[in-house]
């Protein structure tokens, strides 16, 4: 019998059995879906936004991690993220108060700087796990008209993508590699590294509220898991379209770049939350690269969509060649 490897579930197994799956009720707008990144429920006269996503890579600040996560995925379908609920899975033999309390207040002090409500959730010390994990669930809601689903990026449409790649896989490996790295690259090196979830920061609510406030937005998405290169193919298949990215165009970090090489792992291909993919007609991309700079939010240009029949392709040096897109996330190799 064939076991797959840690990381996401194989995307073609996924979508069968997605496919298993009716929805009878015709109050869900968006139900679960390759691409998408969140559910969307008709409740009157707005929209839910609900979004679930545990956090396994790293148990430094999960607490933290899981709400700004969560968030994410709810602001990409243009909503405001609204209520979280938290799943605390503790490990047996090693829980005690500190460990409760650090992971309880980071998900407060999140809360608080997103203006969200924590309303329920579940604490419980289980049997047979060695570590914390947090699975956070987290409810929205948005005007019906202002609704963004990935479905809805076009042909010819601009790929724009804010910040840089590899933000949070760059600020897991400096923490959990810390001494490896620090003799190659020095202290100071990996404290600017592991700072990565503050600054440039995991967090894209504000790139995408900034991106709706400037222009017509066809779809948002923020890569994770697998990266730039998986976070693109998920917008694909979702809107039926293939892709032309430019890669001399992917903003990559100095720190993200070495760290990279050092592991010989591919920045495309690692964690990638705190940057957003957004498609846009080109009339507007200029006017959403100038709003985002405005507020010190890096934006460029890395791709424009195309055809389906055209695939996945990838401009690397003047040569046409296909993207690659990572069955699991490069961060397995090493942690």
Request: a positive charge; glycine letters at 8%.
């Amino acid at each position: 019998m064939k076991y797959f490897p840690v990381g996401k579930l194989d995307s073609r197994l996924l979508e069968k059995l997605l496919k298993e799956n009716s929805i009878n009720d015709p109050r869900v707008i968006v139900g679960p879906q390759i691409g998408e990144d969140a559910a969307v429920i008709d409740y009157g006269k707005k929209y839910l936004v609900a979004k679930t996503d545990p956090i396994t890579f790293t148990t430094h600040r999960i607490g933290w991690y899981a709400v700004n996560i969560n968030a994410n995925d709810i602001v990409t379908m243009g909503a405001t993220p609204k209520w979280f609920l938290a799943t605390l899975l503790l490990p047996e033999g090693k829980t005690n108060a500190k460990l409760a309390t650090d992971i309880f207040r980071d998900i407060l002090r999140a809360t608080k700087e997103l203006n969200i409500t924590l309303c329920g959730g579940h604490t419980e010390i289980s049997h047979k796990i060695d570590r914390p994990i947090v699975i956070g669930h987290m409810l929205g809601e948005v005007e019906k008209e202002k609704l963004v689903v990935n479905a809805n990026a076009r042909p010819g449409d601009d790929l724009l993508l804010t910040k840089g790649i590899a933000i949070e896989g760059t600020a897991i490996i400096a923490k959990e590699k810390a001494a490896a790295i620090g003799k190659n690259f020095g202290a100071a090196f990996v404290r600017k590294a592991q700072a990565f979830i503050r600054k440039p920061g995991l967090s894209v609510v504000q790139d995408a509220l900034l991106a709706n406030q400037a222009g017509e937005i066809h779809a948002m998405h923020d890569p994770t898991e697998g990266g730039l290169f998986t976070g693109i193919a998920e917008l694909a298949k979702a809107s039926g379209t293939g892709v032309l990215v430019y890669e001399e165009n992917i903003p990559c970090y100095k720190e993200t770049e070495h760290i990279c090489k050092m592991f010989n792992i591919h920045p495309a291909g690692l964690l990638a939350s705190g940057a957003l993919l957004i498609a846009l007609p080109s009339k507007y991309t200029q006017e959403v690269i100038d709003n985002l700079k405005e507020n010190d939010i890096v934006c460029a240009v890395i791709g424009k969509f195309t055809g389906k029949s055209a695939g996945l392709k990838l401009l690397k040096k003047g040569k046409l060649v296909k993207m690659p897109v990572f069955k699991r996330d490069e961060i397995t190799k090493i942690l």
